[in-house]
């Protein structure tokens, strides 16, 4: 994963680190002497799916930490090094979402799942509801998705294999209620978290946007959680904003991340929005989920 993303920062170290070496004669490195291939840098950046105001941040980084210094030309590669990595602290560096705090304050917890049509947000659930059962944690579905053919069904086929109850309407029914009545059926048995589905959105339909909101009013969830394709490129900014503005996320998991060479995303993300990243998903088997790690993250890709 991510191939693309490393070579990309692989080069670019390589690049600046040469660049600015050959221009090292005995004197402070200008913003002349690093200006073109920041520029490059930028745009090779943006074709990662690094939004433009992470790319910028960086570029600035580099410079400050570069122009007017006397740099030994053996030290460039560590300045440069140096200056990417802690750049990406920087735009990762969000305080960290504590499930299990979360659960004990709140029993019955209720997680709501959000996300564009197609993101993966129902495999996603059952990925999260498979963790937290091996946590230890018990938990019951909520079939919040009525207005997507066979959503319920789907939901149903995960609640079987994990042996984990859904509660559901029918078709059509008030998605709000359904989350309502399985809370109701957690507090009366003791289950600890709520893992609600809600239909998949898209910024041209109201009326689900209009819902979800009366999801959040009505039911006031604990953690709502935004599942992100991580293949959409820069159109994930675009989708978290969005979701962001309605409903204020508390904090994404991306889909896909096996697949995806780029993973420019989950730095535009957090930078944009400014909330924590809590899981990657790596595959189609339930285990196939990763808890997000900035450090990780930023040595994998460096």
């Not at 004669?25 to 920041?38: A, P, T």
């Not at 490059?40 to 570069?66: C, H, M, P, R, Y």
């Not at 604990?222 to 969005?242: F, P």
């Not at 790596?282 to 460096?302: D, H, V």
Request: contains cysteine; glycine residues 6%; charged residues 30%.
């Amino acid at each position: 994963m991510f191939g693309f993303l490393k070579k990309v920062f692989k080069k670019k170290i390589k690049d600046v680190s040469s660049s600015v070496s050959k221009k090292i004669l005995e004197k402070k490195i200008s913003e002349k002497d690093v200006e073109s291939i920041l520029e490059d840098l930028g745009i090779t950046l943006l074709q990662a799916d690094v939004a433009f105001e992470v790319s910028e941040k960086i570029k600035e980084d580099l410079k400050k930490n570069l122009v007017g210094k006397e740099v030994k030309r053996g030290k460039v590669k560590d300045v440069v090094l140096k200056t990417f990595k802690d750049s990406l602290s920087e735009v990762l560096n969000i305080p960290k979402v504590d499930l299990n705090d979360i659960i004990k304050k709140n029993k019955p917890s209720l997680f709501l799942f959000l996300g564009f049509n197609g993101s993966g947000k129902t495999t996603s659930l059952a990925k999260v509801a498979n963790y937290l059962k091996q946590k230890g944690f018990s938990c019951v579905l909520a079939a919040g998705d009525s207005f997507r053919a066979a959503s319920i069904e789907q939901l149903e086929e995960h609640g079987k294999k994990l042996s984990i109850k859904v509660i559901k309407h029918g078709y059509g029914a008030d998605s709000a209620a359904v989350i309502f009545d399985a809370k109701k059926h957690a507090e009366a048995k003791g289950i600890d978290v709520v893992l609600a589905d809600t239909a998949g959105r898209s910024h041209t339909n109201r009326n689900l946007m209009d819902e979800l909101k009366k999801i959040c009013n009505v039911n006031k969830p604990d953690l709502k959680i935004l599942v992100i394709d991580s293949l959409v490129g820069n159109d994930a900014v675009h989708q978290a904003n969005m979701f962001d503005e309605v409903v204020d996320i508390d904090t994404v998991m991306f889909t896909k991340i096996d697949v995806n060479e780029k993973g420019g995303c989950i730095l535009s993300v957090s930078h944009t929005l400014k909330k924590p990243i809590l899981f990657l998903g790596t595959g189609q088997e339930y285990s196939s989920l990763k808890i997000f790690k900035p450090q990780e993250f930023i040595e994998n890709i460096i």
